[in-house]
């Protein structure tokens, strides 16, 4: 879905350590538990189709993706996978980043992406 339909990227690690709701206990589940909610829910504020990708790292590595939510299994650094996922579609489409993470964020809007805090899809 590359034609002109908005990418959305969640960062799977930071959106789920956003809730202290006993996610480090079962970090894939917490994991699958969130695509499930973007998959149902989509991104709140959004209208229209959304690309959605939740970018998952470390012990979340292996979670299936969804109709509705594509899961991409970092090989290295999740905010790395997410750099390069927003260079690839910089230019052709707008990108939203949905994470809290500093670093990443303003890795990404140095590329033309907009961000959002984690709230955006997991009210706390």
């Not at 707008?94 to 993470?101: E, G, I, K, M, R």
């Amino acid at each position: 879905m590359e034609d002109g339909t908005p990418l959305v990227v969640v960062d799977a690690a930071n959106v789920v350590g956003s809730v202290p709701d006993g996610w480090w206990r079962d970090r894939r589940g917490a994991a699958e538990r969130l695509r499930d909610r973007l998959a149902a829910d989509g991104v709140p504020g959004r209208s229209g189709p959304v690309e959605i990708v939740l970018v998952v790292e470390g012990t979340a590595r292996g979670v299936e993706s969804v109709p509705g939510v594509r899961v991409e299994s970092a090989p290295g650094s999740g905010d790395d996978h997410m750099v390069a996922l927003v260079a690839r579609a910089a230019g052709d489409r707008p990108v939203l980043v949905v994470t809290a993470d500093r670093g990443l964020r303003r890795r990404v809007t140095e590329l033309g992406a907009e961000v959002a805090g984690p709230r955006t899809v997991r009210p706390a």
